[in-house]
């Protein structure tokens, strides 16, 4: 996984608009609800609009109409301190109603989702008495000595073919994985749906950015592909042309020094470097177009480079291309 800091929250909010795209109409999503003037917020707050809608959806099975979710990503930790912190939000959310009991207590759930399965809460929950049963695969109910119906959510166990968007959120996917998520998006018509698969694509391809590294080189990765992963390639490009380019640098000006020095010793020091330091710098601009070319850069586009990096005229940086 890269070190660059992924941002999964906002790709969290969209894939599980995605997820609950069939009732999302019925369904209110308020991202890092504020519980009060002080920094409490909600990960997400989903609220129905309709008491009585009923959402076809294994994890919306257990909403009702006030539903707290609480997103760890791949690298933060779910453990008791969490689930009792979430438990509180959701206290402190009950007795912000408008009125007296306005928020009732049995129409408020808690829900946690989490890439991996956190194997020290569920051993917390045996060793306490908390009751969990699986309905779904990768979905736990936990219940007890709890206030409020809780589930807790482990995307990487959830089912393939139905809960695409929310196991993308992992840095350990393959590169089948991301080519099924371009086929789901393809999938796709809504011009907010295909913002909100824009946006889990982004975060499963930084976090997964050797898989994506090798798709640079792949002359098969479609325009489709290429137009979603620009913001995040170019960044690299950037780097290793940057990089190519000091390096021919140096090791054109090394040489040049090399064969100057060697000429300096016949026909005096001072022109033998002038002439080296030349040549040396001829050969990093050759060697330095050669690469931008390699990268598919366009000649008016080397040449404004080649002109800023080396301080060439127009006519100078002509003679390279």
Not at 146 to 163: G, S, Y
Request: proline share 3%; net charge negative.
């Amino acid at each position: 996984m890269s070190n660059t800091k992924i941002q999964w929250h906002p790709a969290f909010i969209a894939a599980m608009n995605l997820e609950m795209a069939d009732c999302r109409d019925s369904l209110r999503f308020d991202r890092e609800y504020n519980l009060n003037m002080k920094p409490l917020a909600i990960d997400l707050l989903i609220t129905k609009n309709q008491a009585d809608l009923s959402i076809n959806n294994e994890i919306g099975c257990i909403f009702r109409g006030h539903n707290i979710i609480e997103y760890k990503d791949p690298v933060d930790s779910l453990n008791i301190d969490v689930f009792f912190k979430v438990e509180g939000y959701a206290c402190l959310y009950k007795s912000y109603g408008k009125t007296v009991d306005a928020i009732a207590e049995n129409d408020i759930t808690m829900t946690f989702v989490r890439d991996n399965k956190p194997s020290g809460l569920f051993a917390y929950f045996q060793e306490h008495g908390y009751q969990v049963s699986s309905p779904f695969k990768g979905i736990y109910y936990i219940t007890g000595n709890i206030l409020f119906p809780a589930q807790i959510v482990v995307t990487k166990e959830l089912k393939p073919e139905l809960h695409v968007w929310l196991r993308a959120l992992s840095g350990k996917l393959e590169k089948q994985d991301l080519q099924n998520l371009m086929e789901q998006m393809r999938q796709l018509t809504g011009k907010l749906d295909r913002e909100y698969a824009e946006a889990v694509l982004e975060v499963a391809f930084r976090a997964n950015i050797q898989i994506l590294k090798e798709w640079m080189g792949d002359v098969s990765m479609s325009e489709e592909l290429l137009e979603i992963v620009k913001p995040i390639i170019e960044p690299q490009i950037l780097l290793r042309e940057q990089n190519a380019l000091e390096k021919g640098m140096k090791s054109g000006m090394e040489k040049g020094m090399e064969k100057g020095m060697e000429k300096g010793m016949e026909k005096g020091m001072e022109k033998g470097m002038k002439k080296g330091m030349e040549k040396g710098m001829e050969k990093g601009i050759r060697g330095a177009v050669g690469i931008l070319r390699g990268f598919g850069r366009k000649e008016d586009e080397i040449k404004t480079i080649i002109m800023q990096t080396y301080s060439l005229t127009d006519k100078d940086a002509s003679d390279y291309l």
